[in-house]
């Protein structure tokens, strides 16, 4: 069993930064898969980032996020950069055994409780 907790969310003008984090319980941290994806209202789950060996990264941030873990703090982080009002939505950190087909929310096994990011214009 993995617990998550993210924290690092807030309120941020258009062009600022942030940088969330996720907490994770459990010995074998390093073993896991580490995703952030986010939801805004009335829209469906969207791929950010993970992060295991390699870094992935969803079209929509590609070079201003940037996903980074310490195995040692069991946390894993998500700088962003160059925010923009679209990145607003609720931010979620999950964890999954596989490396394969990262980008898909179904094959994560936990999930934090999400942190809220608004980025106003």
Do not use: H
Request: hydrophobic share 35%.
């Amino acid at each position: 069993q993995v617990q998550l907790v993210e924290s690092g969310g807030g309120l941020v003008q258009a062009g600022g930064s942030l940088r969330l984090s996720c907490a994770a319980s459990g010995r074998t941290f390093s073993s896991y898969v580490m995703g952030w994806f986010r939801q805004a209202p009335g829209k469906e789950r969207e791929f950010v980032a993970a992060i295991s060996r390699s870094t992935y990264y969803g079209d929509s941030v590609k070079g201003r996020f940037t996903i980074s873990r310490d195995n040692a703090e069991n946390t894993v982080y998500l700088q962003m950069n160059s925010l923009k009002p679209e990145d607003t939505a609720v931010y979620y950190c999950a964890a999954r055994r596989s490396v394969v087909s990262v980008s898909n929310p179904r094959l994560y096994d936990y999930w934090g409780q999400g942190t809220q990011v608004t980025v106003s214009s």
